[in-house]
């Protein structure tokens, strides 16, 4: 593949502020405090650097996939920067990408993500101000929104620019803030009792309850 072919990639520097901008914008919600927190944060960033590697720098998935999609999908410019929006290109999207519907649903669920990091930080942090259990608020309906956040915007990304990487990353991810909830659910039972187990059994853990049980 050709320098002349490459369209819109070898930009090491778009690629290392956009991963920059995402990484600092996502500390400013989540403030991590704890070493779990740290791995937690490091394990995301690397998922955008990644990203952001192959969208602006060398586009290693289209690559090495070269081949199979110019015979599945020969009217496509694969060495072009829009063909990175694969499943835009993939479902014959032929219009500007970033109108795409994937895109669109990707923009949907990276600032729902953002969003829900920055309105359960702010839950959270009143609580542990006053060495209270965090209920009100999202809260109310999940126990781990910060981490939902988290996983809708890893989805959203996914959906705007799909990598190797980035897909073999995702699970392990995921995997990662499930263990780490479940982590902090017996710190939060070692400390509130029975009160964080009323809590978690009217109150959705990744996904909303939306009926509380009958009271016996």
């Known amino acids: 593949m050709g320098a ?8 090491w520097g778009l690629a ?12 400013s ?9 740290w791995r937690s944060f490091s394990a995301f960033s690397a998922f955008l650097v990644a990203l952001f590697a192959e969208m602006y720098g ?32 993939m479902f014959g999207w032929r219009l500007n990408p970033h109108f795409g519907p994937f895109h669109i649903a990707s923009f949907v669920l990276i ?12 839950v959270l942090h009143a609580a542990q101000q006053h060495h209270a259990m965090a209920i009100t608020g999202i809260y109310a309906r ?30 392990v991810l995921v995997v990662m803030y499930v263990r780490l909830a479940h982590h902090e659910e017996k710190v939060a039972i070692a400390e509130f009792g ?10 959705g853990g990744f996904f909303p309850k939306w009926r509380t049980p009958s009271p016996r």
């Open 4 to 11: 002349h072919q490459m369209q819109g990639f070898g930009l």
């Open 194 to 203: 029975d009160a964080y187990r009323q809590y978690m059994a009217r109150t």
């Open 142 to 171: 999940l126990r781990h929104p910060q981490y939902v956040g988290f996983i809708l915007i890893l989805t959203g990304f996914l959906l705007q620019w799909p990598t190797l990487l980035t897909l073999a990353m995702y699970p």
């Open 29 to 37: 919600f989540f403030k991590p405090q704890s070493a779990r927190d």
């Open 111 to 122: 600032g729902g993500g953002f969003w829900m990091i920055s309105v359960g930080w702010a």
């Open 58 to 89: 060398f586009p290693l998935t289209i690559y090495l996939f070269a081949g199979w999609f110019q015979s599945h999908y020969p009217s496509v410019n694969w060495f072009s920067h829009d063909a990175g929006h694969l499943l835009e290109m």
């Open 16 to 27: 290392f502020v956009n991963s920059m901008v995402f990484i600092l914008f996502a500390l």
